[in-house]
């Protein structure tokens, strides 16, 4: 089996940034006026000197018809999958929001668009189940930190996400300004929400040192944050490992350093559980989540040593219930070669595969490649 490329969803809106060329400080509720005016959108320009820069071989194109996607990446010539039907020269917010539900349902690894701060906030409306999200910008107004500085930049980010280096993932505001209130002088923003968006990982001098002491005090990171944020109703399969067992440690529970513990509510059910064990207690849970590191220096996640954590086990668990932790030093010494599974079903494994969030740190997460 081929390596899998990394899936990345494409859409833009056609309509932002029409308004500011001819003094209208914007373009929600103003397109007619914009274009009478003589605005033209560069929308298409900006996208397409974004994605012209990126090297397209590690990347499966997914879009939508048009001028929202298609068109721009079959202008130069890239191949893509069009998901969805051909949508009216007259877009709205709706197409977008409509536009990012489709993506989001091919299991889309990054969702790329382009716009301004309403178009992150449609996609923030809309947006599931994504790695990460990152805008281009082709704004009026930008008070939103989830776009590049430019389109090159953007280019950039993808390119550093195809050669598998470590990049942050951070929760940057979706802000929109009141555009009416910014026509008669007064600047209102407001909060909308948060996506996920990746950038340049800027390591400190400890974590670039290797050495059980610096790794020991980052793990105890790790553990304090998952500690803090375990879903009370959740039942955890904690996997094997040092860095799990700190886990269990900040917990104040024992743990099966190469076995699988069941924990619910700060409390061990059971210790040491074999695959029909798991299966038992996993059918009367509302939710459940598998929690894992990788093995130092080889990078497998499941296959090695947590084979209690079967194919059956994931798949009742659910591929979007896994958690995965590791030091950012764990991550350095696999030297960009890709996180592993092997679970002896191929078709799990594929669908395990692609960018995932690594928490690193308290509240700190890294994107990384699962292959």
């Known amino acids: ?6 899936k990345v969803g494409l859409l833009l809106n056609p309509k932002a940034g029409v308004g500011g060329p001819v003094g209208l400080k914007g373009s929600d509720g103003v397109y007619g006026e914009a274009m009478l005016l003589g605005g033209q959108s560069k929308v298409a320009d900006r996208a ?18 048009g001028e929202m996607g298609g068109d721009s990446l079959g202008h130069l010539g890239i191949t893509c999958h069009l998901v969805g039907g051909l949508i009216a020269a007259d877009t709205s917010a709706e197409d977008t929001r409509q536009g990012v539900r489709l993506l989001c349902e091919q299991g889309v690894d990054l969702l790329l668009f382009a716009g301004g701060d309403g178009t992150a906030r449609d996609v923030a409306d809309s947006i599931a189940n994504v790695a990460a999200v990152l805008g281009i910008p082709c704004g009026v107004k930008m008070h939103s930190g989830v776009f590049a500085t430019t389109p090159v930049t953007a280019a950039t980010l993808v390119n550093k996400m195809l050669a598998g280096e470590i990049l942050s993932v951070v929760k940057s505001e979706v802000r929109d300004i009141d555009e009416s209130s910014f026509r008669e002088g007064i600047v209102k923003t407001r909060f909308y929400g948060e996506l996920p968006v990746p950038d340049d990982l800027r390591y400190v001098q400890q974590t670039k040192v290797g050495g059980k002491e610096v790794d020991a005090l980052v793990v105890q990171d790790i553990a304090a944050y998952f ?7 959740a039942l955890y399969l904690m996997g094997s490992g040092s860095t799990v067992a700190t886990l269990m440690d900040s917990l104040g529970l024992e743990s099966t350093l190469l076995g699988i513990d ?6 061990l059910l059971a210790a040491d559980v074999s695959e029909n064990q798991i299966m038992e207690w996993i059918e009367d849970a509302p939710l459940a ?10 990078g497998h996640v499941f296959g090695r040593g947590n084979q209690q954590l079967s194919a059956r086990v994931i798949r009742g668990v659910g591929v979007r219930n896994l958690e995965i932790v590791a030091t950012k030093s764990k991550l350095l010494r696999l030297e960009r070669r890709p996180l592993l599974v092997d679970t002896g079903d191929v078709d799990l494994d594929e669908a395990l595969a692609g960018m995932k969030s690594v928490l690193v740190g308290y509240d700190d997460w890294v994107l990384y490649q699962v292959a």
């Open 48 to 65: 397409e000197a974004c994605l012209e820069r990126i090297v397209h071989d590690g990347i499966e194109w997914f879009t939508v018809p």
């Open 1 to 6: 089996m081929t390596d899998r490329k990394m």
């Open 289 to 298: 989540k598998i929690v894992v590191t990788a093995i130092d220096r080889q």
């Open 227 to 233: 500690a803090e944020n375990m879903d009370s109703e």
């Open 262 to 267: 069941v924990v619910s509510n700060g409390e």
